[in-house]
């Protein structure tokens, strides 16, 4: 190779231009073609399948980065028509199809437990409609929430749901996994928004679930429910029709840190009932203002303090009426340290603690498991007190932030999963919160799905006719459970 | 590049939550998880643990990264990337993992001598005088041929006698020997608001060639730095590239500090150009990836903008990568120019006549003139480094009413 360095290439190709060869991707191409390459690379011509080791190694995990399985291969479909091609003739491939977005899941749920084709949608990027008039948009399944967030913007509308991966995570795992995220107090989650689910199935066949208008078509049943929330196990998506809101006039954010539980708990309460309907409340834990307060990210807030972040928004007049009733809710729940604003600057500045605290679990731990339970509200201080227990007794750092408003709670245990045994304590103690947790009457997942991480839980809440009721499902589907098989229930192998 | 062995947690705070992906060009560009910096680290993180085998898919992925470090902004778990990248990359040329252009290594031998880097594109400064750029990185300039900055530097030190701040000023190898005329305009604005400039002798490049390339030679080229810029009693040491400031800041910290020199002129107020009333110009600003993810700016100060007496604003995705990436346009042409496609589309459409496109990079302004001279932007359009926008030409005097010090 080395003589190929000794001539620029401009000598070969005349003309002063430099020009350079380039490495293209067929040059490091194995030589040697699996059965399977063979048999992905006749169904997408114009996609790209990978298969080397290296080439899989990046799909092993999703947002939980310490679990790791390799899928067989990974296919990018460079478009709709050719994912739909890719499902025509999937079923003959006889291995399972995991569909994945950006991986940004936190419950295990793009990844190929049981190995098999990942199908990668970054390339079904479009968003085809903005309709103003009605009030609607018609994305691709791959498209990233902030460019959607981008593109609406200019037409003052917006698209509620707002995961806190909303910078990189894509529509399709958003309705895969029925998301959720700080606003979704007031506004609901994915759910709420999404009016029409196009998918593929196994046989190639594609169907539509609901539309731009919503459940009003011909079909009265909420056809499109079936979809929403599947996690994979049903169908390849491809796009989607999603409801669109006005952008709100006007939005008041507010902070408050609490002494303790109690007075922060009687303001979550008043904050409910409230007639000011809050958008977002948002509940940082003591550990979780030390873990801020000791970082770059400091912002002041008290040690040992519970923090409220609240916002409210709406027609102008009528949330600037509200202000003042919201700040003094804060203050007669027992705060004396309410800050609010209405400048972006300045919200910004009283989000930063909340926003700072998911990424600074990465700097002090090198891996961590989240949970995602719903608890009635009542239930708060005892659960919460369960996973200090927990995680004390274990040696294990926990760190709360969450939706208080909802009561979806989010124990975030760091831990070092090189080091012996740490993994194995961290879910010995999610097991024993989740016992505990449908104990108090709550649920196992809020908005990050049962996925892989969960699915041993799941008999915890339902029995086993419910079960069996459930798993009848994904079967009408996709019969052998093809389908990301091994997610949400732990039974449901594929078998070729 | 430092050559003690690298911590044993060295990748592990990298929780693969993802959000890297959504700003890195290539995996824009490919939809490739491998091509993303989450990706890389797993690929390299794998393979120092053993896992995975050496790999010509290791070796394609790590060479598709522009270093834009963008992934670093974007990252909240704080991921030294770009640090980790350079080693890596570093690794794989010594052992023949991957092999940079010939262009590239010659390049790199000869700005380790800037006394023959100099005199070796002598006839390339001539050419672009004579006003022929022949390249499609060559944008137009008319560079002194023989006159150093360090020899124009001290004539307009006599010739105005500052007496603010003192700066020690980084005149790179690249910028020096090819696009002198934005040092010479550098030397001018800094004086013109009252700086004494100060060329340190010895200094020698920065650095950022070997380490865009992988080739041994940096520490060396530091440690020259750090003799020339290290003992100075300056307020300051200026860039006017924010490739070299920040390569330059890794050799001198701790300690020393490098200042891009717009973000430095921000906090002096700088002496304001005056256009005339019926001036259609507009300037759209790109902010170059070291000066914003490298040197962590905020971006160009906007008084500084203003000084320009230009209507300015910030281009689309002013913070994502041109494509430049050092010498990435060089080493991969083909992706260079296709994430130079999507930036630069807009200015096709932009209004303004004329229309400037202002950055702080010198490179930068090569990958920037280069959509022109191939045809992605079908209109005219000219590149000019910001300072050459608060250039107030060979007659100027320090205004009386200057900040002291």
Known sequence: MFWSLLLPDSVNQGGWRWRYRECHDDSVASPVKSPLEHQLKALLPRGRVLTSPAQLAGYGADGLGYKNHLPDAVVIPSDAQELAGFMRGAKALGVPVVMRGAGTSLSGGPVAVQGGVIVHTSALKKIQEINTEGFWCEVECGVTLNVLDATLKPYGVFYPPDPSSGPVCTLGGNVASNAGGAHCFRYGVTSNYVLGVEAVLLDGSVHRFGGPAGGRGPWREDWKRFMIGSEGTLAAFTRFWLRLLPLPEKVWTFRATYPDLKTTEAAIHALVAHSSYPAAIEMLDPRGVAMVESSQMACGLPEGSFMLLVEIDGPEALVNARVQSVAELLRHAGSNDVMFSDEDELRQKLWKARKAAGGLLGQLSPAYVVQDAVIPKRALAEVLQLVYDEADDANIRAVNVFHAGDGNLHPNFLFDSRVPGELEKVELISKRLMQRVIEVGGTLSGEHGIGDDKSAYMPLVFGPDSMRLQLSVPAAFNPAHQMNPLKVFDNRHFIA | ?405
């Open chain 2, 1 to 405: 590049m430092s050559t003690e062995a690298p911590p044993t947690n060295y990748f592990s705070n990298c929780t693969h939550c993802g959000f890297c992906l959504a700003v890195c060009p290539t995996y824009k560009l490919t939809g490739d998880e491998n091509n993303s910096p989450r990706g890389r680290l797993r690929l390299w993180s794998e393979e120092a643990a053993g896992r995975l085998p050496q790999d010509e898919w290791t070796d394609f992925y790590t060479a598709e990264c522009v270093g834009c470090l963008a992934c670093e902004t974007a990252c909240p778990a704080t991921v030294p990337y770009g640090e980790i990248f350079e080693r890596i990359r570093h690794e794989h040329v010594a052992s023949n993992r991957f092999s940079p252009k010939l262009q590239l290594r010659l390049a790199a031998a000869a700005v380790a001598h800037p006394t023959l880097f100099n005199l070796a594109l002598l006839p390339a400064r001539l050419l672009r005088r004579a006003g022929l750029g022949l390249h499609r990185f060559l944008f137009p300039g008319s560079p002194s041929v023989l006159k150093s900055t360090a020899a124009y530097a001290d004539e307009l030190m006599q010739r105005h006698r500052p007496t603010g701040p003192r700066v020690a000023f980084l005149t790179g190898c690249l910028m020096e020997a090819m696009f002198r005329e934005i040092n010479f305009a550098t030397v001018r604005v800094l004086i013109e608001n009252n700086v004494q400039v100060i060329i340190p002798e010895g200094q020698g490049c920065c650095g950022a060639f070997q380490e865009h390339t992988g080739l041994d030679g940096v520490e060396a080229l530091r440690e020259q730095n750090r003799r020339a810029f290290g003992t100075l009693d300056v307020d300051a040491i200026v860039s006017n590239s924010s490739g070299c400031g920040y390569a330059l800041g890794k050799a001198l910290q701790p300690g020393k500090q490098v200042r891009d020199v717009l973000g430095f002129l921000g906090e002096l107020s700088p002496v304001r150009r005056q256009r005339g009333r019926d001036d259609g110009t507009r300037v759209y600003v790109d902010l170059p990836c070291h000066l914003v993810h490298g040197q962590k700016a905020a971006g160009i100060p906007a008084n500084v903008l203003d000084a320009t007496g230009y209507r300015w604003e910030l281009a689309p995705k002013a913070k994502d990568c041109c494509g430049s990436g050092g010498v990435y346009n060089i080493q991969k042409p083909e992706n260079a120019s296709a994430i130079l496609a999507d930036k630069s589309a807009f200015l096709n459409e932009a209004e303004g006549a004329p229309v400037i496109l202002g950055t702080s990079n010198h490179v930068c302004m090569m990958q920037w003139h280069s959509a022109g001279a191939t045809g992605l932007v079908s209109r005219p359009y000219e590149v000019r480094h910001i300072i050459q926008l608060l250039d107030p030409g060979e007659n100027f005097s320090i205004p009386s009413n200057s900040p002291q010090p």
